[in-house]
C-alpha cells in the first residue's frame, strides 16, 4: 500500500492545513514539513483539528473518521490516513 501522496496532492494538503489552522500570515509564515507536529503549531486546539479533519475529508474525498484524531501526531500521520482511507475503501461502490 503506497502511503504517500504525490507532489501535488501534499502540496493541497499543506494548503489546508495553512487555511484551516489559520497559519497563513504574512509575517510570519510557518514552514510544514512531514515532521512536523500538527498540535503544536500556533493557536490549534481541538476545535481546529476537528475542522482540518474534515476539510482534508471533503478535499481528499476519504473517511478518516473520529478515531484519526489520536492518530495525528505529525503530517506525516495525516498523510498515511489519507493513504490508508484511499485504500480501505478502494473498489467499494460509490
Known sequence: M????????R?????LIHEKLDLGGAER?????????????????SL??????????????????FEAIPQV???RDVER???ESRARYAGRPS
Open 11 to 15: 502540496e493541497q494538503l499543506y494548503s
Open 29 to 45: 509564515p510557518v514552514e510544514i514539513e512531514d515532521t512536523t507536529a500538527v498540535r503544536e503549531l500556533p493557536g490549534v486546539d
Open 48 to 65: 481546529k483539528l476537528f475542522g482540518l479533519l474534515g476539510a482534508i475529508e471533503l478535499g481528499f474525498r476519504v473517511n478518516l473518521g
Open 81 to 83: 490516513l489519507i493513504c
Open 2 to 9: 503506497n502511503t504517500r501522496l504525490d507532489p501535488g496532492e
Open 73 to 75: 501526531q505529525t503530517v
